[in-house]
């Protein structure tokens, strides 16, 4: 067996284990996270006669719909009971934490550096923008996102 130095050593551990702990990580993370079949057989979104127009066939897709259950004692009262009443509190409140969350984050600094000029400086670019934005018809998060990121009745 070949004898390797201590720094060469510790390299090919930390390669070989990055994969099982970057595994191990993502199976931490979605624990409560699952994905539902989303194919023209289980979602009537695909029987929608303008899909049909595009898709005669039925040829598959490539999506996916992936689902995490969160308890409602886990959601803030005035967000529920502002549901309950048919307000939009909750679907800004996911909104935020959709676009100004850590899933985004990435995506927030490559389009910041690629897109944001003096046209649209004043769009939602910040993440505490992003957080604290009721998402009124006209906000911009991003000009790529524009269209969602309106209001719950907006959305119908």
């Known amino acids: ?31 409560h996270s699952f994905f539902e079949p989303f194919t023209s057989e289980t979602d009537p979104l695909f029987q929608s006669a303008y899909l049909k127009k595009f898709n005669p066939r039925d040829n598959p897709s490539e999506d996916d719909c992936c689902v995490r259950l969160v308890p409602l004692t886990r959601l803030r009262a005035d967000l529920g009971e502002d549901a309950l009443n048919g307000g939009p509190k909750l679907i800004e409140a996911f909104a935020a934490g959709l676009w100004g969350g850590f899933g985004f984050a990435i995506q927030r600094a490559i ?33 790529q996102l524009a269209n969602a990121t309106t209001r719950s009745d907006h959305m119908a």
Request: cysteine-free; aromatic content about 10%; charged content about 30%.
């Open 111 to 143: 389009m910041k550096r690629a897109f944001l000029n003096d046209t649209n400086k004043n769009d939602l670019w910040e993440k505490e923008e992003l957080l604290e934005s009721l998402y009124e018809p006209g906000n911009v998060a991003r000009e």
């Open 1 to 31: 067996m070949a004898k390797f130095s201590g720094r060469t050593r510790s390299t090919l551990v930390l390669a070989a284990s990055s994969p099982l702990l970057g595994l191990a990580g993502w199976r931490f993370w979605t624990r």
